[in-house]
């Protein structure tokens, strides 16, 4: 069974509100310039900041946060996000992989950015409502 895709905008201005939150200045997240100094195609996207909305997609499924048993992902690609209006996005999508004795469902998540995967190994333990 699958979920109903998830779908979330990521835009500079979003980054640096993450930055603020977090208290991760690191240049790469920000600077053109910095970032492609040390090999990346552009500015990314904090990797906890595209597991957050992946989790928000997940708790969005379940109903709460609270029905999150377990969460836990591999990070496998860069979220490059252009200096544009537009940003860019990440679609979430999750298949149920089963129904434990006790009522918990484990969910197959997998998160692309650009028609790429950017996680592996994602993946959910939640008490659906």
Not at 85 to 96: L, N, P
């Amino acid at each position: 069974m699958e979920l109903p895709v998830k779908t979330f905008r990521i835009t500079r201005a979003d980054l640096v509100r993450y930055a603020g939150a977090s208290g991760d200045f690191n240049q790469i997240h920000w600077s053109d310039r910095v970032a492609t100094k040390v090999g990346l195609p552009g500015v990314i996207a904090h990797g906890m900041f595209t597991m957050a909305l992946v989790g928000r997609a997940v708790t969005e499924w379940a109903g709460a946060p609270d029905a999150v048993v377990e969460y836990g992902v591999r990070f496998t690609r860069p979220v490059v996000v252009p200096d544009d209006d537009e940003g860019t996005e990440i679609e979430v999508r999750a298949a149920v992989k089963g129904v434990t004795e006790d009522g918990l469902t484990r969910l197959e998540l997998t998160a692309t950015c650009q028609g790429e995967k950017v996680l592996a190994q994602a993946r959910a333990t939640v008490r659906m409502a």
